[in-house]
T-cell receptor
Framework: DAKTTQPPSMDCAEGRAANLPCNHS???????VYWYRQIHSQGPQYIIH???NNETNEMASLIITEDRKSSTLILPHATLRDTAVYYC?????????FGAGTTVTVRA | DADVTQTPRNRITKTGKRIMLECSQT?????MYWYRQDPGLGLRLIYY???????NKGEISDGYSVSRQAQAKFSLSLESAIPNQTALYFC?????????????????FGPGTRLLVL
């Protein structure tokens, strides 16, 4: 029961912004959009989350469309260490569901 | 996240052996979780605990048991290990909250335990 759709992979040049799209057309009003990433079998790392408004922290920015049916994670200046699988998740309470994610490869 | 630690980081065991994976956290969170990840697949929830006296089965609890010894410690046991339990195991913690009446919860994961059952 996939709640989000992400492209399977994308490349990004080092130093450039990486824009990762996510579709969540069936999101309900009490579900947050969360982004995690997993670097080569390490534990998933929380990046950012949001409900309606755009959010920014030290790692990334999250842009959520007005209808909340899609969002974009922005890594402003990608580095080689940002190479990872990025997961977009919609969640209410604790029920995390990690799909296939987007494999992001940052190239020098 | 260094606030969530798992031991051991790697373990090789034989079929039929009982093993324990341990998780400790210094985040002061009440909620703790155990997940497993198989190659190319997402994480699946094994057990979760909302406080010391609360233990709940996740989607794949058969063959596993847990113990919540304290707020900071949550152990996962494989009663009689079998090869298809070979996987990456992750512990996570969270501290749920609400904003404007809507629940939100960020889970923080440990570094994982790589388990091989021969």
């Amino acid at each position: 029961d996939a709640k989000t759709t992400q492209p399977p992979s994308m490349d990004c040049a080092e130093g450039r912004a990486a824009n990762l799209p996510c579709n969540h057309s069936t999101i309900s009003g009490n579900e947050y959009v969360y982004w995690y990433r997993q670097i080569h079998s390490q534990g998933p790392q929380y990046i950012i989350h949001g409900l309606k408004n755009n959010e920014t922290n030290e790692m990334a920015s999250l842009i959520i469309t007005e209808d909340r049916k899609s969002s974009t994670l922005i890594l402003p200046h990608a580095t080689l260490r940002d190479t990872a699988v990025y997961y977009c998740i919609v969640i209410y309470d604790y029920k995390l569901s990690f799909g296939a994610g987007t494999t992001v490869t940052v190239r020098a | 996240d260094a606030d969530v630690t798992q031991t051991p980081r790697n373990r090789i065991t034989k079929t039929g052996k009982r093993i324990m994976l341990e998780c400790s956290q210094t985040k002061g969170h009440d909620r703790m979780y155990w997940y497993r990840q198989d190659p190319g697949l997402g994480l699946r929830l094994i057990y979760y605990s909302f406080d010391v006296k609360d233990i709940n089965k996740g989607e794949i609890s058969d063959g596993y048991s847990v113990s919540r010894q304290a707020q900071a410690k949550f152990s996962l046991s494989l009663e009689s290990a079998i090869p298809n339990q070979t996987a990456l195991y992750f512990c996570a913690t969270s501290d749920p909250g609400q904003i404007a009446g809507i629940s939100q919860e960020t889970q923080y994961f440990g570094p994982g335990t790589r388990l091989l059952v021969l």
